[in-house]
């Protein structure tokens, strides 16, 4: 009644026998038999016929697959013609042609992408997105009414034999000290011509340079630089040069002329506390913990570092160095600083 | 030590070779003389003087840069190799390495370098043009900044009033200076816009207008020259500033400003033009056409651009925005043509030079060549041309790699080659696969089912390799994603400690788009949406459907989603999970009653913009969208029913598979797509209604198979008749 095309069709004791052989043990007597011995054969007193396990194994194999993967079925489905389709037919419903037979096999089985591989299965409309809608996606096109051509150095041979001068002296100090004189001839130059500072050749790389060997060069040229936007950068390479007498020298000065960003000092002192700690010379050691402690104090005592900022940091390095006199002497200040604090307080409450 | 000794060494070396001749008084008027001639702009004569000052100072860098600089005019910009040989000559005696602005130290040096941007920009290297003059403006700022310039001034006119005749030189040269700055200020503002960097550029203008350009304004009682200067760069100021505003589409500022602009240079080229654009953003087509076409087009502009190329790109532009695409692909190829033709006439000009030399300055870097192939790729896509359009935009995208919409429409191509529109599955070449033959004959007959419509040939080749394939799709959106900043949904799970950074989240930086204006947030969002949607479908297509199922679940979580968009995650994220065996959670999703919204646009957006724009015309069309179907909810929810009916079908629930199919069949619309005739027949086939699938089949595929089911009754009257009054 239900023509089920896609299902094995029944098959005989026979030949469900010699495929339980083939699949679990085939005895090699079994391959000398031909198909009509085969089929001919009687199983129904042969053992070893229980197919069961094997149908279990397998229904177990599949239960693992996803649906998808059972849900083909095959695409070649019978379609017997009801009525003769040619004159060879007539009168012989039903009769096997030989030919016709092979044909249809060979159309079905062979070749590059044979029927019988094909299979059919559901198959979801898949949809393609639409396309993404964009407001102002293409490239419009405005002219540019602007001439931007090569430009003519005007400083050409109008640069004053001063600021050839200037420029000289600079590159001198860089690499020594200047004579009083020289110092005097610069400083001068730059105090006439404002903008003489940006053409001097000072760059933050060589400030280091410059404040080794001249100080009080360095001050004054930084001073002149306050307004530049590059300044940031002469603080931070400032801050992170080796700690020597001129740079505190240098820091010192410029504290008290302007007002300088508070974290900066603050990154100043502790790379200097701890240049401190970590250097190994004794007889080097001494000399700058005493310098750091006179800079310091003059710090606290010109109130440009609030002492309560960084008075931990600075109480440890007293205690540690509290055999140098003038680390003892800071200690004290911060302890007065300290204890006067407390009284400041209430009697600011009381008003 | 040695290394010292090596730098003292060298540092000697630049000491020998520092200290030029002095300047003696003659030289010193040759120089201002060729300066003034230069001014005069009689380079011919100015050249001349160079040639005798450079014979006197042959060391001095600053003569052979400006005897360079002269000839250059000399020449009509058209000797651009040999100036920059010239360039880099002067270079090496300046001791000054050009192609790293980190040795940028010496103010004197500026002018070197602003020449070499300037080379730089026409060459339209712009990001290293923008490397040598974000360096440069930090020395050049405070030359030009007023607080300095205008404290200097007075110095100079009270204290130092001694010195009359160097009075006059510095400040006529201090004026100079600021000249520099202004125009390397315009430089850098045009280098940010040319990078699409407009928050940036609206800065360096405001910090400008402030500084640069006001320099004078407290000595103005004294100094009118001044003034007259900052009157002259007023307008100049406005056009950057709208060109800002236009990049970062902040309407009503830009209304203001062009609204200023159109008082006071309404005949100008350029204003028109952005007019126009202002116009065309607001959605004011007809008005942008109108402001166009008001324009005389000369062929070339001042600045070297061609005017007939703009025009039509532009009018390519509205028409695309009015949904007249075939028009608007007109108008692209149009403006191609004029731009190969202008290119041509350059080219043929300066066959008889080698390289850049022989087009002017100004024109080397004029073909919008690319620009032009990604409108119109752009456009053909819409067009539903989808080979053409993957051809211009995948030389497009060599070009403006940074562009994720780009990449994103390269895999749009990728699509639409393969998947010519949703309504293809109808076609009758499609229809016609479902049953593809038949074998045999007499009791020998076969027929042959089509195995379906899916095809999963992977490409040959590798998937690198640009090609209109699925694989090379999921190559771009994979870059479209990588190029969008961090999706603001997995990015906040992460750093909840920093309250800072979620502060900084909301004002979302743009995105750049080259050569189209830079991604606001709410195009960003709308982008990532489109590229997970798309993501997902091809990644169904390659089969891979973890992928799929992730980005389906990732474009589902987006807060922001169009009707459409919703539709598809569903869509897409059941197949994968029907693929993954999770039949069950697909069929939830792909009940038809939860399908109530396939609209292509977000629905708050109406409203924002009614509200944004009073002005009645700006309504007009924004529907420039490619027709997508299902186009009404009766047909989506019709597709829905069926992929509800094909997987309860792979569930072996044939059933409600069938009643599914036969309820969408009627809505879905005719003709039915290929698909539904496959599930059919399946459904009738798995269960062994032979008859069934042979009525079908000779229904609708008549041509395969000579038996009439009818007869088969006849013949065989065994079978039961209500099998057959099912359908």
């Known amino acids: 009644q239900f023509d089920l095309h896609w299902a094995i069709p029944a098959i005989s004791p026979a030949e469900r026998y010699f495929l339980s052989q083939l699949i679990s043990s085939p005895t ?66 039903g009769v096997i042609n030989p030919d016709v037979q092979r044909q249809t096999i060979e159309s079905l089985l062979t070749g590059n992408k044979a029927p019988v591989e094909n299979c059919m299965m559901p198959e979801f409309i898949r949809l393609a997105p639409p396309l993404h809608i964009a407001e102002d996606e293409l490239c419009w096109m405005n002219p540019v009414d602007m001439d931007y051509s090569v430009a003519w150095d005007t400083t050409m041979c109008v640069s004053s034999s001063a600021g050839v001068e200037i420029r000289r002296l600079m590159s001198k100090a860089f690499k020594g ?13 730059l105090e006439k011509d404002n903008k003489l500072v940006y053409h001097i050749g000072l760059t933050p790389a060589k400030l280091p340079d410059l404040v080794e060997n001249n100080p009080l060069v360095a001050i004054e040229v930084l001073l002149r630089l306050m307004q530049s936007n590059q300044i940031t950068e002469y603080f931070s390479v400032l801050v992170n040069m080796e700690m020597s007498l001129h740079s505190m020298e240098v820091v010192n000065r410029l504290t008290t002329a302007v007002e300088l960003p508070s974290e900066f000092i603050h990154l100043y002192i502790s790379n200097c506390i701890s240049t401190c700690e970590t250097i190994r010379d004794r007889y080097l050691q001494n000399r700058l913990v005493r310098l750091v402690c006179v800079f310091l104090q003059s710090l606290i005592r010109n109130k440009i570092i609030d002492v309560k900022d960084i008075f931990i940091e600075v109480q440890a390095f007293c205690i540690e160095f509290s055999r140098i006199r003038e680390a003892a002497g800071l200690f004290r200040l911060l302890k007065s600083l300290d204890s006067a604090d407390p009284q400041n307080t209430p009697t600011a409450a009381t008003r | 030590m040695a290394d010292n000794k090596a730098k003292n060494d060298s540092d000697a070396e630049m000491e020998t070779s520092m200290p030029l001749p002095q300047v003696t008084e003659s030289q010193k008027e040759l120089a201002s003389q060729a300066m003034s001639e230069f001014d005069k702009k009689q380079y011919g004569s100015c050249c001349s003087l160079m040639h005798k000052l450079i014979a006197q100072r042959p060391t001095d860098p600053k003569v052979a840069h400006n005897k360079a600089v002269a000839e250059f005019f000399q020449s009509g910009f058209l000797t651009t190799d040999e100036f920059r040989q010239q360039l880099s000559k002067v270079c090496q005696m300046a001791h000054v390495n050009i192609d790293n602005s980190e040795s940028l130290e010496d103010v004197d040096h500026s002018v070197i370098y602003f020449n070499q941007a300037v080379i730089l920009y026409h060459l339209r290297q712009y990001k290293a043009a923008l490397n040598i003059l974000d360096k440069l403006f930090q020395y050049i700022e405070p030359l030009g900044s007023s607080i300095v310039g205008t404290y200097r001034l007075s110095f100079r006119y009270t204290v130092e009033s001694s010195v009359r005749d160097r009075k006059y030189v510095d400040s006529n040269n201090e004026f100079q200076e600021e000249a520099l700055a202004k125009k390397a200020t315009m430089l850098l503002v045009e280098l940010y816009l040319c990078t699409y960097q407009p928050e940036k550029a609206m800065g360096m203008v405001h910090y400008a207008e402030k500084t640069v350009f006001t320099a004078g304004k407290n000595a103005g009682e004294k100094e009118n020259k001044e003034d007259q200067v900052d009157e002259a760069w007023k307008p100049k100021i406005s056009l950057y500033k709208t060109r800002c505003l236009l990049m970062m589409k902040s309407m009503k500022s830009c209304k203001r400003e062009i609204k200023s602009l159109m008082s006071t240079q309404a005949m100008n080229t350029a204003v028109i033009y952005l007019k126009s654009n202002f116009e065309h953003l607001r959605g004011n087509h007809k008005k942008a056409m109108k402001m166009l076409g008001s324009v005389s087009t000369s062929d070339f502009t001042e600045a070297g651009e061609c005017m007939p190329v703009m025009y039509n790109n532009n009018l390519g532009c509205i028409h695309f925005h009015l949904s007249k695409h075939h028009l608007g692909a007109f108008h692209f ?13 350059i080219k043929r000009g300066a066959e008889h030079n080698k390289n850049l030399s022989g087009k002017t300055l100004n024109s080397i870097g004029m073909s919008r060549h690319f620009e032009l192939l990604y409108n119109m790729g752009i456009q053909l896509l819409h067009c539903g041309k989808a080979m053409p359009a993957f051809d211009c935009l995948v030389e497009a995208v060599q070009v403006f790699r940074s562009n994720p919409r780009l990449w994103l429409r390269l895999a749009e191509c990728c699509i ?35 195995p379906g419509l899916k095809k999963d040939n992977p490409s040959p080749g590798t998937p690198a390799i640009p090609a209109a394939t699925h694989e090379f799709a999921a190559l771009c959106l994979k870059n479209a994603l990588h190029l969008l900043p961090e999706d603001p949904l997995t990015a906040e799970k992460v750093p909840i400690e920093d309250s800072d950074t979620v502060k900084i989240t909301p004002e979302m930086v743009l995105v750049p788009a080259p050569p189209g204006n830079p991604l606001k947030a709410a195009e960003v969002a709308s982008l990532r949406c489109s590229i997970l949607a798309a993501s997902a479908y091809v990644a169904l297509c390659l089969n891979d459907y973890t992928l799929a199922l992730l980005h389906a679940e990732n474009l589902l979580k987006q807060p922001k989603l169009t009707g459409a968009q919703r539709y598809l995650g569903h869509l897409y994220m059941a197949e994968a999970q029907v693929a993954m065996d999770k039949i069950a959670d697909a069929i939830q999703l792909l009940n038809p009653e939860l399908v109530v919204d396939i609209s292509l646009t977000l629905p708050e957006n109406k409203t924002e913009q009614d509200k944004s724009e009073r002005d009645p015309e700006a309504s007009e069309s924004k529907g420039y969208f490619y027709p997508w179907s299902p186009k009404d909810l009766t047909r989506a929810k019709a597709i829905a029913q069926y992929d509800l009916a094909t997987a309860h079908a792979i569930r072996g629930e044939y059933d409600k598979a069938g009643q599914n199919l036969g309820e969408s069949s009627s809505r879905i619309g005719t003709p039915l797509p290929a698909q539904m005739y496959f599930l059919k027949l399946y459904l009738d086939l798995i269960e062994g209604r032979r008859n069934m699938a042979q009525v079908v089949i000779k229904d609708h595929f008549g041509h395969v198979t000579p038996n009439r089911v009818e007869m088969k009754m006849n013949s065989k009257p065994g079978v039961p008749r209500p099998d057959t009054a099912v359908s």
């Not at chain 1, 000290?177 to 130059?189: C, K, M, R, S």
């Open chain 1, 28 to 93: 090699k007597e079994m391959f000398k038999k031909t198909p009509t011995q085969i089929i001919q054969l009687d199983v129904s007193s042969m053992q070893n016929f229980d197919v069961s396990g094997l149908q279990l194994a397998l229904a177990e194999r599949q239960s693992e697959m996803p649906a998808q993967s059972k849900s083909a079925m095959p695409c070649v489905v019978p379609d017997r013609d009801t009525k003769p389709s040619s004159f060879d037919h007539f009168g012989k419903p």
């Open chain 2, 416 to 450: 639409m080659a393969n998947r010519q529109n949703n309504d293809e599955d109808r076609k009758l070449e499609k229809r016609l696969e479902v049953i593809q033959g038949s074998d045999g004959s007499g009791i020998h007959r076969k027929l042959r089912l089509g």
């Open chain 2, 333 to 345: 190829r149009k403006a191609f043509q004029e731009n190969e033709n202008a290119i041509k006439d």
């Open chain 1, 177 to 189: 000290a200047l004579t009083l004189q020289q110092q005097q001839q610069l400083l001068d130059e």
